[in-house]
T-cell receptor, first 116, second 109 residues
C-alpha cells in the first residue's frame, strides 16, 4: 500500500514569490492535514480537509491556503513568501476527520521550502 | 499556556535503561493521545496511541494516561541506540491534532 506522497521534496524560492505543494494521501484516506515544522516552533497545524471541505484551520495568515480535490489529493499554496516561511511542510492523511481508534495520522516525507 | 507541553530536553540515557518522556495538555476535552517518533531528516511515525486512563503496553513501549492530571507519558524500556530520535506528543481535541515541540532522546551505547 503506497504511503502519503508529497511533491516537490525540495524547493527554493525568493521573497515575494508563491509556491504550491502537492499531497497524495494513502488510498482510501479522505482526510488530509497540513503542518509546518520549524526548529523553533515545532509542528504547527495549518489546516485539515475532508471531502473537499476545510474542516479545521490553524493560526496562520491568509497567505496560506489549501484545497482538496474529489480524489482526496490536496494542495497548499503560500503567496507572497517571507523568509520566515522557510520550513518543512508535512502532509498527513487519515481515514476520516477526528483521530481515534483506527483513524490515525500518517505523514508524508515532507516538502522542504527555503525562501531566500 | 501552550496547548501541549513537553520537557525541553534533550534527554540522554545509557543503553538498557528506561527512558521516561512526559507531556501535559491544557484542553480537558481532549479525547485521544499519541506518541510519534521522528528520526533526524525523516517524517514523524506513530508508535503509540492511548485513549483511556491507565497504561498501554506495546513491546518495549508503555504509554500512560492520566486525564485528571492532564498528562500522558511514554516509557521506553531497555533503551537501544536505535531509539535515539525526537519524540512528539500529540493530543486530539475538537478533531484537531496538536503536537508538542518534542523531546530529543539520545541513547548512549
Amino acid at each position: 500500500k503506497a504511503g502519503v506522497t508529497q511533491t516537490p521534496r525540495y524547493l527554493i524560492k525568493t521573497r515575494g514569490q508563491q509556491v504550491t505543494l502537492s499531497c497524495s494521501p494513502i488510498s482510501g484516506h479522505r482526510s488530509v492535514s497540513w503542518y509546518q515544522q520549524t526548529p523553533g516552533q515545532g509542528l504547527q497545524f495549518l489546516f485539515e480537509y475532508f471531502s473537499e471541505t476545510q474542516r479545521n484551520k490553524g493560526n496562520f495568515p491568509g497567505r496560506f491556503s489549501g484545497r482538496q480535490f474529489s480524489n482526496s489529493r490536496s494542495e497548499m499554496n503560500v503567496s507572497t513568501l517571507e523568509l520566515g516561511d522557510s520550513a518543512l511542510y508535512l502532509c498527513a492523511s487519515s481515514l476520516a476527520t477526528g483521530f481515534s481508534g483506527a483513524n490515525v495520522l500518517t505523514f508524508g516525507a515532507g516538502s522542504r521550502l527555503t525562501v531566500l | 499556556q501552550k496547548e501541549v507541553e513537553q520537557n525541553s530536553g534533550p534527554l540522554s540515557v545509557p543503553e538498557g535503561a528506561i527512558a521516561s518522556l512526559n507531556c501535559t495538555y491544557s484542553d480537558r476535552g481532549s479525547q485521544s493521545f499519541f506518541w510519534y517518533r521522528q528520526y533526524s531528516g525523516k517524517s514523524p511515525e506513530l508508535i503509540m496511541s492511548i485513549y483511556s486512563n491507565g497504561d498501554k503496553e506495546d513491546g518495549r513501549f508503555t504509554a500512560q494516561l492520566n486525564k485528571a492530571s492532564q498528562y500522558v507519558s511514554l516509557l521506553i524500556r531497555d533503551s537501544q541506540p536505535s531509539d535515539s530520535a525526537t519524540y512528539l506528543c500529540a493530543v486530539n481535541a475538537n478533531s484537531k491534532l496538536t503536537f508538542g515541540k518534542g523531546i530529543t532522546l539520545s541513547v548512549r551505547p
